[in-house]
């Protein structure tokens, strides 16, 4: 059970998350759209596809390049302080628990966005699952979460003895137990999620691959001259992604004749 404190975080996950994008609790997550990232949206974009993003925060990231593409976006996020900075960036988004049945019937989008947000639910497969139902026979997920086989996270636990749960660098190892992550996914076990629920991975990957981008080391790329560098770093950290990538990123899809599946199993817990 999980108690209030006199600390800030809320107790309840809504009014974590409220905290969480209002930026009360010292951290938010940091904005703009990199290549690699554009990369992969872009295998959604398809004027007038209608995409669902799944925890879709406040929308800043990535939602205005996506409408300007003409995609049809509609967003879903526990906190109410995302909803409206989503609905204020052009987003139709709406306040759900995201550990319950999504409230739109089978088959309604082309596309599902998820990215970083599997990773806090109780029960990520259940989401998965609940995603399928709403995708379309055809349709793509895209999905992204930390990888916990990333080498400094492996060096922290091997060196100190403490796993870093990554999830807000105030709590991450001051109060790790009051961490908002909760699963803990590599490359392989995002994967093998997704296919026991009935996706097909198409394509898997990392993003911020350039594995020398940690603390001690940064300012060496903020200089001109450090770019080819840089440059190289995302190509090898790219193809060793599963040690040498931040994150671990897959589109996967929805197999042609597959019905739309039946309502998912409720969460196996709550907090």
């Known amino acids: 059970m999980i108690v209030k404190t006199e600390h800030p975080e809320s107790a309840q996950p809504a009014g974590y998350y409220d905290e969480y994008w209002s930026g009360a609790t010292g951290w938010r997550p940091p904005g703009g759209l990199d290549a690699d990232l554009k990369a992969w949206l872009d295998r959604l974009v398809r004027p007038g596809a209608k995409i669902l993003d799944v925890g879709c925060g406040d929308g800043a990231r990535y939602g205005r390049h996506l409408r300007a593409a003409g995609v049809l976006l509609s967003g879903v996020d526990v906190s109410e302080v995302a909803v409206q900075a989503a609905r204020s960036n ?13 409230p739109f019937p089978d088959g309604t989008f082309d596309g599902v966005i998820c990215l970083e947000v599997l990773e806090h639910l109780v029960d990520p497969e259940f989401t998965a699952r609940d ?3 709403l995708l379309r026979p055809g349709g793509h997920l895209l999905v992204s979460v930390p990888n916990v086989g990333f080498w400094a996270v492996r060096m922290e636990l091997l060196a100190t003895g403490h796993f870093n749960p990554k999830g807000n660098p105030v709590t991450q190892r001051r109060y790790p137990w009051r961490d908002p992550h909760l699963r803990f996914f590599n490359s392989q076990t995002l994967r093998s999620m997704l296919t026991d629920v009935g996706f097909r991975v198409e394509r898997h990957g990392g993003l911020e691959q350039q594995f020398l981008r940690v603390a001690g080391l940064e300012r060496i790329f903020a200089s001109r001259a450090a770019r ?11 193809r060793f992604h599963s040690l040498l990538a931040r994150r671990c990123v897959a589109l996967a899809v929805k197999p042609d004749g597959r019905a739309a599946g039946a309502a998912p199993r409720g969460p196996a817990g709550a907090i």
């Open 90 to 102: 052009g987003i139709d988004a709406t306040v759900v628990n995201l550990d319950e049945r999504l």
């Open 131 to 133: 995603v399928l139902r």
């Open 228 to 238: 080819p560098l840089d440059a190289l770093l995302r190509r090898v950290g790219g």
